[in-house]
């Protein structure tokens, strides 16, 4: 099965920096998702790529995918504690999986001091 | 728009007690998910509806959990007997197509606790 490690575990950052989260793959990916999750909450869906190459943003948070690489990173710019929680990846794991099983990582959590 | 409704939010059991968790996804979503989530880990799916069907439980230990979706709606999860290391949160979520187009949506969970 596609094995997905995200780096950092953890990171603690400064409010107002920037700070990047990494997320490789054991296979190729068909599909990458990134979430939020605060304690006790469920995952909010922040971006999903599709393609090699492609880039998002939604306001301060910008999602790349690299095919190549397997890898995609997730970049907040200007950190602000409303930031803070835990970002999980999750990937399709195989193109003939037309229902799109997810595989996650184990997370990072992100903690924003002021 | 309401979303996924999941409960209770907090159970607390016995091992070898049997415990339900109910899940009621976002209206016309066909696709549910039953999610596993042990502190410190990512999610780990357990079982995939598309409507009332089963489209994968390969990660279901079917020896004790099950699950059912009846009338393609809302969905539970049941687990009997309980073990120690099914302390976990259990997260319903839903998505309108299913598959690589579209995104899950997640309820809050279900934080379980078996003593």
């Known amino acids: 099965s596609q094995e997905l490690e995200q780096s950092p575990q953890s990171l603690i950052v400064q409010e107002g920096k920037n700070l990047t989260i990494n997320c490789t793959s054991s296979k190729t990916l068909y599909g990458l998702y990134w979430y939020k999750q605060k304690y006790g909450e469920g995952l909010i869906f922040l971006m999903m790529?599709?393609?090699?190459?492609e880039e998002k943003s939604h306001e301060k948070i910008t999602a790349k995918l690299d095919e190549k690489k397997q890898q995609s990173s997730l970049h907040i710019t200007a950190s602000q504690p409303s930031h803070a929680g835990i970002y999980l990846c999750?990937?399709?794991?195989?193109?003939?999986?037309?229902?799109?099983?997810?595989?996650f990582g184990a997370g990072t959590q992100v903690v924003v001091t002021p | 728009e309401a979303g996924v409704a999941q409960s209770p939010r907090y159970k607390i059991i016995e091992k070898r007690q049997s415990v339900a968790f109910w899940c009621n996804p976002i209206?016309?979503?066909?696709?549910l998910y039953w999610y596993q989530q042990i502190l410190g880990q990512g999610p780990k799916l357990l079982i995939q509806?598309?409507?009332?069907?089963?489209?994968?439980d390969s990660q279901l230990p079917k020896d004790r959990f099950s699950a059912e979706r009846l009338k393609g709606v809302d969905s539970t999860l049941k687990i009997q007997p309980a073990k120690l290391e099914d302390s976990a949160v259990y997260l319903c979520?839903?998505?309108?197509?299913?598959?690589?187009?579209?995104?899950?949506?997640f309820g809050p969970g279900t934080r379980l606790t078996v003593t």
């Open positions: 979520a839903s998505s309108p197509l299913g598959g690589k187009r579209s995104e899950q949506y």
């Open positions: 999750g990937a399709v794991s195989s193109q003939t999986d037309s229902w799109g099983k997810l595989q």
């Open positions: 790529l599709q393609k090699g190459g």
């Open positions: 209206s016309g979503h066909a696709t």
């Open positions: 509806f598309q409507n009332n069907g089963v489209v994968d």
